[in-house]
């Protein structure tokens, strides 16, 4: 079947060919009768111009001549006429045939269809420029709402549509004194258009509620004629739409298809402009239909308030909804639909993108940080999140562009977010193989799936969120273990009939193992003891308040040959660190600020120790120090006991020890004499 204007085209050339063919069977005597006429008068000449010249075989009557005007007539050659005959009737045969055979360049119904960067179209048929849809409808994008009632989440969405928003009279709301005249406004339609609503099929049906409004004429406000909005329906439901004027039906209804058929695909659906809204059809993917014949009255404007509350488990960024209008003459039919649109192809809608500051027209928004922002440790799991550079789109939706925070000098925000917002779909695994049956993991790391229990040695990743954890082995010390992270978009093809394939990026992470003994820097409090008295040391502990990893050890160890600490001070359990004073009571009594010092090396389960230099305290000695007292001086400070030997027996004071001149002392006696404040030599 050919199309309109082929069909067209043809009856013409048919018409012609029709029309020679009378010519040839009419006689030449009555030619001057049967054939039309022109009268050019001398009022008409110059509009006709050279006229005459247009027709065969001119001939003026004498009368016509005499009556100051001419009459012309077609005189007919007979041979002529059959050679004009056959040419067309050759003629429209051959584009008959060549109209089945070749296809033409544009379908009479194609569409037009053109999309915003926020998920926001415009079809019409290729009569009709998408500008002219973008110009007559002011679509809100739309507004979602999430709540937690009882504990279940609630989403509720809204549109809000404005019909003829180009119309005289919503001027004049806006300013009463814009020059505005009603009668030669531009028509966005021809006679009383049927208005649509096509919404999503995943709400619920019995929380529809629509508001409408209609621009009213209310008086004169001096000179000028005064407009406002008329609230013409207030939450209404699904069923105030079933009168003489309005109707909707659901999917599954008998006449469904016919009122599809009778909207949306006047515009041209079911070619490759409309790809994504035909594939949102087919998906079963729209639900009720609102239709409102509304009046022939191009000034006025309308606008529609649509709220619903969205099914369990559905993405409200995946809704697609549509709203236009088709004319009752001529073919100025247009929709705007809002829907999962995706200009890059990552899978992310447009309207999301916009809601959630990412740029639409970038498929590479994930990035993550080239090396962890903390280093790793061994004994602790280690994150390293992804983000996203964050931004808006500035401008109108058609024509403006995305701008990204970090390259605006006087934001004052955030320029990054570390939370992936939309529930698209997108996967994170660690970067696969060539056949893509296993991940690829660094030399001595294996994956796990619990990340509540790593071991060393183990990494995971989180496949919704992508953070990448790491538990270090002890042999990772001072190494960096780099992990490549696959970012798995998802099919873009519902939303983007243009591309072919998912959007898959490899993305590079390098986590850096530090040492056990970099993370802390261990320190004793003073100790004071009495000479001759026993005390322990105060726990060690870290200058930064963390706690010591289990395992740690604590030697009484040196640092360098040129130590010399105390014999007296002995760590009895490395697990505590707790150093045992137990100076002798001839040991002296420290000066003041010059504790004795007992160096203590930290050895932790890694390996490391605080000798190194890359530790906390730098390799500077880890001591405890001890402050040691005496008795302060006065009376009793001379000392003097006497012992049969130096282990023996002390001699009993009350008898005496007595010995004479020139005879040997026996027992041989061990005199132990000191001075309570200065120990040394009594002289």
């Known amino acids: 079947m050919l199309s309109a204007k082929f069909r067209g085209f043809a009856s013409r050339v048919g018409r012609l060919a029709s029309r020679a063919l009378v010519w040839r069977k009419t006689s030449a005597d009555g030619a001057v009768r049967t054939s039309s006429t022109a009268v050019i008068s001398s009022s008409n000449a110059n509009t006709f111009g050279t006229a005459n010249t247009s027709f065969d075989n001119a001939v003026t009557s004498s009368s016509a001549a005499t009556s100051g005007s001419v009459t012309i007539a077609r005189a007919p050659c007979p041979a002529h006429t059959l050679r004009r005959a056959l040419f067309a009737m050759f003629v429209a045969a051959a584009t008959i045939v060549t109209m089945l055979i070749v296809p033409p360049v544009k379908e009479a119904n194609a569409a037009n269809v053109s999309w915003d960067y926020i998920g926001n179209g415009y ?58 005249d009603e009668n030669t406004a531009l028509h966005a339609y021809d006679g009383r258009p049927d208005f649509y609503l096509i919404l999503p099929k995943n709400i619920k049906d019995n929380s529809i509620r629509i508001t409408r409004y209609r621009t009213k004429f209310v008086g004169y406000s001096g000179r000028n004629k005064k407009f406002v909005w008329e609230e013409r329906g207030k939450d209404q439901i699904p069923s105030d739409f079933n009168g003489y004027t309005n109707a909707t039906r659901l999917p599954g209804d008998s006449d469904y298809e016919n009122f599809w058929k009778a909207s949306i695909e006047k515009c041209g659906l079911g070619t490759d402009a409309t790809c994504e809204v035909d594939t949102w059809r087919r998906a079963g993917n729209f639900g009720r239909l609102f239709k409102s014949w509304e009046q022939d009255n191009a000034v006025d404007s309308i606008r529609w308030i649509v709220t619903a509350e969205v099914e369990e488990g559905s993405d409200p ?58 280093d790793a440790v061994y004994g602790e799991v280690t994150s390293v999140k992804p983000y996203i550079n964050t931004g808006e789109w500035v401008g109108d939706s058609y024509n403006g562009d995305f701008k990204y925070y970090k390259d605006m000098p006087n934001h004052g925000g955030r320029t990054t977010s570390e939370m992936i917002q939309t529930d698209a779909g997108i996967e994170f695994t660690f970067k696969k193989n060539e056949i893509g049956n296993s991940e690829i993991l660094p030399p001595g790391v294996t994956k796990t799936y619990n ?10 990743i989180n496949p919704r ?19 490549d992270v696959q970012i798995n978009y998802p099919d873009p093809k519902p939303n983007n009939c243009k591309m072919n394939n998912s959007i898959v990026k490899v993305k590079g992470v390098d986590i850096h193992v530090v040492s056990q003994a970099s993370r802390y820097n261990p320190y004793y409090d003073d100790t004071t003891v009495k000479a001759g008295e026993e005390k322990n040391s105060p726990n060690p502990k870290d200058r930064g308040g963390k706690k010591f990893p289990s395992g740690t050890k604590f030697k009484a160890e040196i640092y360098n040959k040129y130590q010399n600490p105390p014999t007296w001070a002995k760590i009895n359990n490395e697990s505590t660190g707790v150093v045992t004073f137990h100076p002798n009571k001839w040991v002296p009594a420290s000066k003041t600020g010059q504790p004795e010092k007992r160096p203590v090396v930290v050895h932790y389960p890694d390996g490391s120790t605080s000798k190194d230099k890359d ?38 004071y009350n008898d005496g020890f007595v010995f004479r001149k020139n005879r040997e002392v026996k027992p041989q006696p061990w005199i132990d004499s000191w001075s309570v404040q200065e120990p040394g030599d009594i002289t």
Not at 338 to 363: A, Q, R, S, T, V
Request: net charge negative; hydrophobic share 25%; with cysteine.
């Open 317 to 374: 960024y995946k809704l697609p909804f549509m709203a236009g209008w088709i004319s009752y003459y001529g073919d100025k039919h247009k929709f705007t639909v809002f829907g999962p649109y995706d200009h890059d192809g990552d899978g992310i809608p447009d309207l999301e993108e916009f809601k959630y500051g990412l740029n639409p027209k970038n498929d590479d928004d994930i990035q993550f940080p080239k090396r962890s922002k903390e």
């Open 123 to 180: 079809i019409s048929p290729n009569s009709v420029a998408s500008w002219d849809v973008y110009r007559d409808f002011d679509v809100q994008p739309p507004d979602i709402n999430t709540i937690t009632v009882n504990g279940k989440k609630k989403t509720t969405i809204t549109w809000n549509v404005l019909f003829n928003a180009n119309g005289c009279r919503i001027k004049k709301i806006e300013n009463p004194n814009v020059d505005c």
């Open 465 to 483: 969120t992508g953070e990448v954890k790491y538990s270090p082995k002890a042999s990772d010390r001072n190494k960096t273990i780099h992990f």
């Open 615 to 652: 530790s906390g305290n730098h390799g500077d000695p880890v001591n405890a120090p001890v402050y040691v007292t005496r008795d302060n001086p006065g009376t009793g400070d001379l000392q003097l006991h006497i012992h049969k030997n130096q282990n023996g027996q002390e001699i009993d």
């Open 451 to 460: 990340p509540n229990n790593m071991q060393p040695g183990q990494a995971y």
